[in-house]
Each structure stands twice: as structure tokens, then as C-alpha cells.
């Protein structure tokens, strides 16, 4: 038994320097305080079920206050079963890898909260139990609670994945589901799965970067919902019930949404259910292929920073529902507004507020329209844009039932025989000013029962 447990411990302490210094990833740091889940039995040849030796290896280094190391193998890591792992008040968990890759199978699943009403396949699931998306209950076992993870890829290839749903029974998969007060999640890529990647709650800080997210998402039909509905699920990164005060940032990111039967997947970012201010950064990140680039659905007030941050691909490119007082700023961003998949009504829009009065600042940023022409493009709480460009490609779309005003824009090709501003609520303004037009003259800006300014333009 002696002799087989420091085989095993060599073993371990090998996989830790060798497989490290082999495959020469960056930001891996493996020191005297790391454990390799191989000295727990994990094999990583895709056949083995690693599932139990991952659970085990998780609770061992909460409990001992050791960073697990997954080491990349050649094949993937086998799961079965869902890892589920409880934490307690002050328990923290550190998981590092250089792209190892978790590949499930899963036959058993259990998770911390069950989100939708599909059977919900949970690759890993750490932290307490909840137990209503309604209500803050048990808060002292979040107290000092933390999730780090880095370099891990999950990879949901290996799971059925259904192209029309028609009943609650079926399955839908989620990568990670983290309840902690503090989550940072690095240098980490969720693909190939049809569900969710991330599912955050109740979170304090939270920090996801460097991530990519590729094929992940999907749009649920189910037609006992409502007689048909195509927005049951389908997140790349999903937070509720953020904490009071929190902050969230999501930096440096990819997300190429999964798209079938032509519909896009549902949402790329989504904020829900959360009753307390806090704020989001989002910077550096390149959305496409998903019904809704940001989708924010709560009572709470909630100021974005959004920078450097490019949509295309969209029906909705942001999506305010509900929610009465968030505010966004746009900085040196890029939405390309195109065609809907036909799956929403009406035309694809760069801002969509429904039964909602946030507030959205623009500046510095391009807003390219090569949609249907004279198309119907939502203007409800666009405050302001300035210094931007705004790009009508001739397609005469119209700005529409918001009050706006644009200062030092310059507008290309925008306009035409038709009108271009126009208003439900004759009450509504908008001003344009100290601004350039190109490919149109300033006398073919039209306007239809709302007031139409325009200042010192060329």
C-alpha cells in the first residue's frame, strides 16, 4: 500500500513539472502548494471516468487550502457526473490548468439550482446550496467564499444536442455554475455546449477574462410555453442575483453564439433577478451570432461601462427589459445592425428597451445600419451620441420614439426620400448638432410627428 501510494505521489509530482514544461502555456505557476488531480486517480485518456477523482481533489484542497493543477493530456478528462462541490463560510477553491480539456458525458447530474424548467446538465457546480431565484436565504454561507479557476477548456461535444425542443424532459447542458461571494474565471474556453457556459449567483466580485466562448448558447423551443417560445435559454454567461454593491468585469472575451434551424442563440450576456445596485464593466469584448449581445432584465440600478466592445450578428444588439434605472455608457464601440433571424418580431435594432426607461450615452463608437430598407431602428432611451459615426449604408432606415441628441457625429449616407426621424409621442425631440453629413444633403433629413433640430452641420 506504501509502495503504491508513492507511485502514485511521484507520478503526481511529475505531472506537475514535466506536462507543464511540455506544452509551454504561459501563467501557469505550479508551486509546493499544488495538488494534481492525478494524484487522485484521474487519468485524462477520454475513457476513464475522472469524475469521482475530480470531486475528491476539489474538497481535499478546500479543505487544506491547496490550488488543484489539472495537467493537459493528450485526450480529455472523462466526466459522467456532474462535480459537485458545497462550500461552506471562508472555503476557497483555486483551480489551474494549461488547457486541459474536461470532455462529459453526463448520465448523472446535480447542481446547486436549477435554473429552467429542461433537465439541466451541469459539467461543474461549486458552491452553496440555493434555494430560490426569488430571495436571498442562508447569506453567512457565502461569508469569505471564492472561486478561481484558470486555464481549463469544457467541451460539450460529446452531448446530445438537440436541434427543435418539444417537451420540459429534454436536456439542455451548463459548463460551470458558480455560487460564491468572489468568482474569477481566466483564461478558460466553454465550447460546444447547448445551454449555458457560465451561471453566476449571488456574487459580491466577480471577474471573467480572457475567455472565449465558441459555439455556446442555443435558443429553447418548447411549445408548452406560452404555445411557442424561443427564449428558454441559451447564455454564454449568465448573473442573478448579484450582491449589494458588487462589481462585475468582463474583459478581453470572445463569444460566437450557436446557431440552429436559423436562429441565433439567446443571449451572450445576460443580468436577471438581482434587487441591488451594482455595477458591470465590459471591455474588449467581440459578440456575434446571438439574439441578444446584452440582455438585462431586473429591478436593480445598475451602471455599465461598456468599451471597446464590438456586436454584430444580432437581433437585439442591447436588450433593456423591465428595468427602469439602469444606465449604460458606450465607449469606442462597434454595432453592426443587419438582418433578424426572423425568430423576434420586427427588424434587428441596436437598442431595444421594452417596458423599460434606461438610459444609453454613446460616444466614440460606430453605429453601422445595413439592415431592411426603411426600417423601423428603436431610438427609446438614447440619450445621447457623441463624437461617433453614424452609417445608414442608404438603406433609409428611421430613428424612431426616442429623444435624442447627436453632437459632433458625422452621418454617412444617411437619410434619403423617406423620413428618418419620427415619433408616436409628438413630444419627442431630437437635436443634431455641430455634426457632418456625407452622401446626403442636410435638406433630405426628413422627420415624421416628432420635432427634428438641427445646429451648425455641414
Known sequence: MKLKFLNILIYSVLSLFSLSSKNKVENVKVDKNSVSVIFFGAVGDGITN??????????????????????????????SKTIRVHLSSHDKIKI??????????????????KLTAFVENVFLSIGRNMNSIDEFENLEELNDT?????????DGINEKH????????????VGAQLIAQSVKISNCEFRNIQGYGL????????????????????????????????????????????????????????FKGKKQKNKRSRSALTFEFSLFPYKINLENLDIEGYAKCLHVEETAVTLFKIENVKMKDFNFGIANVLNDKTVMYLDNCIMKVGFSDGNDAGDALAFLN?????????????LDFNGRHNAYQSAVGLINVKNSIINGNN???????????????KFINFGGAQMSFMSLNPKNSYLIED???????????KSFNVELKIKSNK
Do not use: W
Open 199 to 254: 451561471r453566476i449567483h449571488e456574487v459580491s466580485v466577480s471577474e471573467i477574462l480572457n475567455c472565449k466562448f465558441i459555439n455556446v448558447g442555443g435558443r429553447g423551443y418548447t411549445a408548452f410555453v406560452n404555445g411557442s417560445d424561443y427564449d428558454a435559454f441559451g447564455d454564454a454567461i449568465y448573473h442573478a442575483k448579484v450582491n449589494k454593491n458588487a462589481v462585475i468585469t468582463i474583459a478581453d472575451c470572445i
Open 354 to 366: 421594452y417596458k423599460s426607461t434606461a438610459k444609453i450615452y454613446v460616444n466614440k463608437s460606430i
Open 50 to 79: 475522472d469524475s469521482d477523482s475530480f470531486e475528491k481533489a476539489i474538497a481535499y484542497c478546500i479543505k487544506y487550502g491547496k490550488t488543484l493543477y489539472v495537467p493537459r493530456t493528450n485526450a480529455s478528462y472523462k466526466l
Open 146 to 154: 471564492s472561486i478561481d479557476i484558470s486555464g481549463l477548456v469544457f
Open 162 to 173: 438537440t436541434e427543435q425542443f418539444s417537451s420540459y424532459k429534454q436536456t439542455i447542458y
Open 96 to 113: 489551474i490548468s494549461n488547457q486541459a480539456v474536461i470532455m462529459p458525458e453526463i448520465i448523472n447530474s446535480s447542481s446547486a439550482y
Open 435 to 445: 455634426s457632418i453629413f456625407e452622401g446626403v444633403l442636410v435638406s433630405d433629413i
Open 395 to 409: 438603406t433609409n432606415f428611421f430613428f424612431a420614439d426616442g429623444s435624442t441628441s447627436f453632437s459632433q457625429c
